[in-house]
């Protein structure tokens, strides 16, 4: 059974920093693109960054280009999002998602990826 499972989300102070984790098992991810989303009360989900199997090449979202980071550790199956400088407007819940095998390359858009974890709460009160 494969299980994607977010953690390290809280609340923190506009300015401030939180760093996100994402523990995969029941599938390897080392030759997966894996990505962040985000979903704001009342909004669909959005699109946050995204990196590739070898960590050759990442992409972000405008609203969060130099301030988030995605990094990945293929040997430990995890997922990172660290988020410095965090804004009201970057409170969601965020989802760590990950293409198929084979699925080499980043893409932007949540119907590339297969597998979803469960989410987990940031909130930036201002």
């Known amino acids: 059974q494969v299980q994607l499972v977010e953690s390290g989300g809280g609340l923190v102070q506009a300015g401030g920093s939180l760093s996100l984790s994402c523990a995969v098992s029941?599938?390897?991810?080392?030759?997966?693109?894996m990505a962040w989303f985000r979903q704001a009360p009342g909004k669909d989900r959005e699109f946050v960054s995204t990196?590739?199997?070898?960590?050759?090449?990442?992409f972000y979202t405008n609203s969060v280009k130099g301030r988030f980071t995605i990094s990945r550790d293929n040997a430990e199956n995890m997922l990172y999002l660290q988020m410095n400088n965090l804004k009201p407007e970057d409170t969601a819940v965020y989802f760590c998602?990950?293409?198929?095998?084979?699925?080499?390359?980043?893409?932007?858009?949540?119907?590339?990826?297969?597998?979803w974890g469960q989410g987990t709460q940031v909130t930036v009160s201002s």
């Open positions: 029941g599938r390897t991810i080392g030759d997966s693109a």
């Open positions: 998602a990950a293409r198929s095998h084979a699925g080499y390359y980043i893409r932007d858009t949540a119907v590339n990826y297969v597998d």
């Open positions: 990196i590739s199997w070898n960590s050759d090449t990442t």
